[in-house]
C-alpha cells in the first residue's frame, strides 16, 4: 500500500477521494432530508447533454456538464415552484432530454470517444492537479455554506410554508443549495460517474441515518463515513486492480448492510 | 386595544379562479377569531391570504405592525415529514427563524426559552428526540411549542385538532383561555361547540365572509 502512495497519480486520486467525500457527504445529507435523490438522478443524466454537446464543439466536457447541471437544477427549482407543472414529470424530462441530446452530439461527433466513459463509470486515477484544486476550491465553499446556512437551510426544508410566514427570505439557501447539488455531481463524475454518483449522495447518508436521527450530527457522520469507506474502497480497487468507482460503491453497501443488520439484531433496537 | 390587521374588499383564489371575494374585516388585539365554513369554502384561502402566503388579486390586507413579527402560526398536523431528521428543540427553536434571520447563532437563553416552553407543554423529556418519533398530540404540543416562543401578537391555528386523539384535543382546549390571555387567536375549525365556546367573533367563510353572534 505504501507503495502506491508513492505515484503521483494515486496521490491525486486519493485528494480526490477525500474532497468529494467530504462534499457528498454534506450536500447528500441535505438531498436525503428534503427527499431530493429523484432531483439528482435528474440533474445527474441531463448533464450528460453537456458533455456531449462540449464534446462536439470541442471544450472541455466538464464545462458542458457544469453548465446543463446548473440550468437543469435550476429549471427543476424553478419551474415547480410555479406549480404549473408537476416536480416529477420536470425531473423526467430533464432526465431524458439531457442523455437525449448527449447520445446525439456524440455519434455527431467523428471518432471514438474514450474519455467520455470515465464520465459514465468514473475514474478517478485520471484526476489531474488542476482538477484538485478546483475540487478543493469547491469544498472549501461547500463548508462555509454548510457552517453559515445550516440552519435556515434545513428549517426551511422542514418547512417551507413556515418559513414563509415570518418572511424569512428561504430562496436565498434554497438557491444556494440547488447550485451546490448540481456542481457537486459535476465535480464527483471523474470518481463514481454519471451511473454511480447517487450513491455517494445517499448510501453515507443511509449509514448516518442509523446512529443518529439529528441532522446536525448527520452532517459530520455522513462525510466521515463517505471518506473513511471511499479511501478505503480506492486502496482495494487499486489492490486488485478494478474499477475504483464500481469498488467504493459495492464497499458502502456492504457497510451499509453490515451495521443495518448489526442494529436489527441489537436487543435494544428490536 | 387596537386594530392588528384588517382586510379590505379582498379577492383571493387559485389560477385566476376566485375562492374569496370581497372580504372585509378587522381583527382586534387580544380578540378569539373563530372560522368555520364548509369545505373549499375559502377558510385556508383566508388564512393564507392572512399570514402572506397567497397574493389577494384584489383589495388590501392592513397591519399595524410588521408582519414578520406578528404571526406564530400552528399549521395542520398532517403537512410534516415525519422522517425529517429534525430534533424536538431544533422544532421549537425554528419559531425564533425571523428573529435570528441567516446568520445569528442561538444564545443559551433562546435554549432556555425553548427548554422552558417544552417543560410548560409537558415535553421536558423529549427535548432530543427526534420530531417524527413523538405521538400526534405530542407533536402538535411541540409545533405550539414553535408557534408561541417568539411571543407572536398573533397565534394562527388551522384546524389545530385534526389528526389527533380525543385526550389531546380537550388538552388543547383546555390551553386556549391562558393563551388568549398573551395572544390574538385566529382559529379554524370545524368543530362548532370549540368555536362556540373560545370565539369571542364568530366567522362563518363560504366564498364570502359572515360574521356570527353566538
Known amino acids: ?270 | 386595544m387596537g386594530t392588528l390587521l384588517e382586510l379590505k374588499q379582498v379577492t383571493a383564489g387559485y389560477d385566476g379562479d376566485p375562492v374569496l371575494r370581497n372580504v372585509s374585516f378587522c381583527v382586534e388585539e387580544l380578540d378569539f377569531v373563530g372560522i368555520t365554513g364548509p369545505n373549499g369554502g375559502g377558510k385556508t384561502t383566508l388564512l393564507k391570504v392572512i399570514l402572506g402566503l397567497l397574493k389577494p388579486s384584489g383589495g388590501t390586507v392592513a397591519f399595524s405592525v410588521p408582519r414578520r413579527d406578528l404571526f406564530g402560526y400552528l399549521p395542520q398536523q398532517n403537512t410534516f415529514d415525519k422522517q425529517f431528521p429534525l430534533t424536538v428543540e431544533d422544532v421549537v427553536l425554528s419559531g425564533l427563524l425571523s428573529e435570528k434571520g441567516i446568520w445569528k447563532r442561538y444564545t443559551r437563553d433562546d435554549r432556555s426559552r425553548a427548554g422552558a416552553l417544552l417543560e410548560q407543554y409537558g415535553l421536558g423529556s423529549y427535548r432530543n428526540t427526534p420530531i417524527g418519533e413523538l405521538s400526534g398530540g405530542q407533536a402538535q404540543r411541540a409545533f405550539l411549542c414553535r408557534a408561541v416562543i417568539a411571543s407572536p401578537r398573533v397565534l394562527v391555528l388551522d384546524e389545530p385538532t385534526t389528526y389527533v386523539d380525543a385526550g389531546f384535543e380537550r388538552e388543547f382546549y383546555d390551553l386556549l383561555p391562558a393563551l388568549n390571555r398573551k395572544h390574538t387567536i385566529l382559529m379554524v375549525s370545524h368543530d362548532w361547540d370549540a368555536i362556540r365556546s373560545y370565539g369571542k367573533t364568530v366567522l362563518r367563510v363560504d366564498r364570502e365572509v359572515q360574521e356570527i353572534h353566538v
Not at chain 1, 507503495?3 to 445529507?29: D, N, R, S
Not at chain 1, 408537476?86 to 456524440?106: H, K, N, P, Q
Not at chain 1, 410554508?161 to 427570505?169: L, M, Q, S, V
Open chain 1, 1 to 270: 500500500m505504501a507503495e502506491l502512495l508513492q505515484y503521483t497519480f494515486f496521490q491525486h486520486a486519493l485528494a480526490a477521494t477525500v474532497l468529494v467525500g467530504i462534499v457528498c457527504g454534506l450536500v447528500g445529507t441535505y438531498i436525503v432530508a428534503r427527499r431530493m435523490v429523484f432531483i439528482s438522478g435528474g440533474i445527474t443524466h441531463a448533464s450528460f447533454g453537456g458533455l456531449g454537446l462540449a464534446w462536439y464543439l470541442g471544450f472541455p466536457p466538464i464545462a458542458g456538464a457544469a453548465l446543463f447541471s446548473v440550468l437543469s437544477a435550476l429549471g427543476i427549482h424553478c419551474l415547480s415552484r410555479r406549480q404549473r407543472v408537476r416536480e416529477d414529470s420536470l425531473i423526467g424530462i430533464f432526465w431524458s432530454a439531457g442523455m437525449a441530446i448527449g447520445i446525439l452530439f456524440i455519434y455527431l461527433t467523428p471518432g471514438y470517444a474514450p474519455d467520455l466513459i470515465s464520465y459514465l463509470f468514473g475514474n478517478v486515477l485520471t484526476v489531474t492537479r488542476p482538477q484538485i484544486w478546483l475540487i478543493f476550491g469547491f469544498c472549501c465553499v461547500t463548508l462555509l455554506f454548510f457552517v453559515l446556512f445550516y440552519r435556515p437551510l434545513f428549517y426551511t426544508a422542514f418547512d417551507r410554508e413556515y418559513a414563509r410566514t415570518h418572511t424569512f427570505p428561504g430562496y436565498v439557501p434554497e438557491i444556494g443549495v440547488t447550485l451546490l447539488i448540481a456542481l457537486t455531481i459535476v465535480l464527483s463524475l471523474k470518481l463514481a460517474g454519471i451511473i454511480l454518483i447517487l450513491s455517494y449522495l445517499t448510501i453515507p447518508q443511509a449509514i448516518a441515518s442509523l446512529f443518529s436521527k439529528d441532522f446536525k450530527r448527520q452532517l459530520w457522520i455522513s462525510p466521515v463515513v463517505c471518506v473513511f469507506v471511499s479511501v478505503t474502497g480506492l486502496f482495494l480497487s487499486a489492490l486488485l486492480n478494478i474499477p475504483s468507482g464500481a469498488v467504493i460503491v459495492v464497499c458502502l453497501l456492504l457497510v451499509f448492510a453490515a451495521l443495518w443488520l448489526l442494529r436489527l439484531l441489537k436487543p435494544s433496537a428490536r
